[in-house]
């Protein structure tokens, strides 16, 4: 789909058609006008509903417009220093000019530079560069935001409609800290060493995982459920919960878990080995 521009908006005659009656009209235009600034749209809509109205994603439209938005591809306006190793999909108007069009209309080399990159070839788009620049501490905490507030409305019923809510900030968020490891990997700027970086693995691992377990045990001891229901409607449930044990194992490193060797193994044995040697000598 095209960008939106402020011409879009002033057009719209009906602007509760855009989002159904979720929004009032005064949201739905706020919406709408901040998806129109492509370089601020991710920290702008993460605190649009960060301020109390995470329930408004309840609706699958509104959450997938949302989605879009912040963490798919899109149009992309860079620092003076992107990183050169995001792989881009290049723009198709840009890739289809001649040398004519360029001698009509000549783009510059930054115009050219930056337009051929138009969008990012990862799963979380804009909200990517977002994590390598200065708004990252923003950004993070806005969504970590989200995702408390998402865990606040659950209730103590398997069937809490917020429960879509949790398990979608929870596959988010995974992939949020793996793109934020991937950077520290590569010696990148990163948010790995902020507050707003651990306020987000906290929720993860403690708050989020914590609530997914209840609920296996809810589906698991209530005796109106037959059978035959619970492994299913704990399906989804155990996806997340693996999810999480997965970025646990990943942060802590290849040898995690039971008959994994001790920390250091290796230098003690080396160790041991010196000693008995020089003892022998």
């Keep these: 789909a095209k960008p939106l521009h402020e011409s879009d908006v002033l057009q719209t005659?009906?602007?509760?058609?855009?989002f159904g009656s979720t929004l009032s009209p005064e949201e739905a235009e706020q919406v709408l006008c901040l998806s129109t600034a492509p370089n601020i749209v991710v920290p702008l809509l993460l605190e649009f509903f960060a301020?109390?109205?995470?329930?408004?994603?309840?609706?699958?439209?509104?959450?997938?417009?949302?989605h879009k938005l912040c963490?798919?591809?899109?149009?992309?306006?860079?620092?003076?220093?992107?990183?050169?190793?995001?792989?881009?999909?290049a723009q198709q108007e840009v890739?289809?000019?001649?040398?004519?069009?360029?001698?009509?209309e000549p783009l510059g080399a930054y115009t050219r530079y930056y337009a051929a990159r138009a969008s990012f070839g990862t799963r979380l788009g804009r909200f990517a560069g977002e994590l390598e620049g200065p708004a990252a501490a923003v950004v993070l905490k806005a969504f970590t935001k989200l995702?408390?507030?998402?865990?606040?409305?659950?209730?103590e019923s398997h069937r809490s409609p917020a429960i879509s809510l949790i398990q979608y900030f929870c596959r988010v968020g995974v992939d949020i800290v793996r793109?934020?490891?991937?950077?520290?990997?590569?010696?990148?700027?990163?948010?790995?060493?902020s507050k707003e970086y651990q306020d987000l693995r906290d929720w993860l691992f403690d708050v989020c995982a914590r609530?997914?377990?209840?609920?296996?045990?809810?589906?698991?001891?209530?005796?109106?459920?037959?059978?035959?229901d619970k492994p299913r409607l704990c399906l989804w449930f155990h996806v997340h919960?693996?999810?999480?044990?997965?970025?646990?194992?990943?942060?802590?490193?290849?040898?995690?878990?039971?008959?994994?060797?001790?920390?250091?193994g290796e230098a003690s044995q080396a160790q041991e080995s010196k000693r008995r040697k020089a003892q022998s000598v």
């Design 13 to 18: 005659k009906d602007l509760t058609a855009v």
């Design 51 to 66: 301020c109390n109205r995470v329930g408004l994603l309840l609706d699958p439209e509104l959450r997938t417009i949302f």
């Design 71 to 89: 963490f798919e591809p899109g149009d992309f306006v860079a620092d003076l220093a992107p990183p050169q190793e995001v792989p881009f999909h």
């Design 95 to 104: 890739q289809k000019r001649t040398q004519a069009d360029e001698d009509r």
């Design 147 to 155: 995702c408390f507030s998402a865990s606040a409305l659950c209730t």
């Design 179 to 193: 793109v934020c490891q991937g950077l520290h990997m590569q010696q990148r700027s990163n948010p790995t060493g």
């Design 211 to 228: 609530q997914l377990r209840t609920y296996v045990g809810v589906v698991e001891t209530d005796a109106d459920i037959g059978v035959d």
């Design 241 to 264: 919960l693996v999810l999480l044990h997965d970025l646990r194992l990943t942060e802590a490193g290849p040898h995690v878990g039971e008959g994994a060797p001790d920390a250091g």
